[in-house]
């Protein structure tokens, strides 16, 4: 599958966060984006969409990143999850690679680190 026929839920609750990310991912050809201000909202929107991969904060309101990391696993054990958080900590990452997300990218982003991963992915880039 080629990135710019993908669609990629981006979950955080900072709109800036979410746009940066987008605008990294738009500029590698990206175009199809699902976004959710809490972990319930990624979800939600990951069980009406079947997004190819996530993007996922740690810390969010309603629901964190690892309770909706648990919920989309449970959903498709072949989800693809992208942690992106500063605040991080060792314990909730190790956690949240224990639940199944396939990647962490630290903020603030690094454009060549989401390249790096969206390549790994899709065809085309």
Do not use: C, H, W
């Amino acid at each position: 599958m080629k990135l710019e026929d993908a669609k990629i839920l981006i979950g955080d609750d900072s709109i800036l966060a979410r746009k940066q990310l987008k605008d990294i991912i738009s500029a590698l050809g990206g175009n199809n984006f699902l976004e959710a201000s809490n972990g319930q909202e990624a979800i939600n929107l990951y069980k009406e969409n079947t997004p190819e991969i996530v993007f996922l904060d740690i810390v969010m309101p309603v629901k964190d990143g690892n309770s909706a990391i648990s919920e989309i696993m449970q959903l498709n054990p072949d989800a693809d999850i992208v942690v992106v958080s500063s605040v991080g900590t060792q314990m909730q990452l190790k956690q949240a690679i224990q639940l199944g997300a396939k990647d962490f990218v630290q903020k603030p982003l690094n454009s060549k680190q989401i390249e790096s991963i969206l390549k790994s992915r899709f065809e085309g880039r």
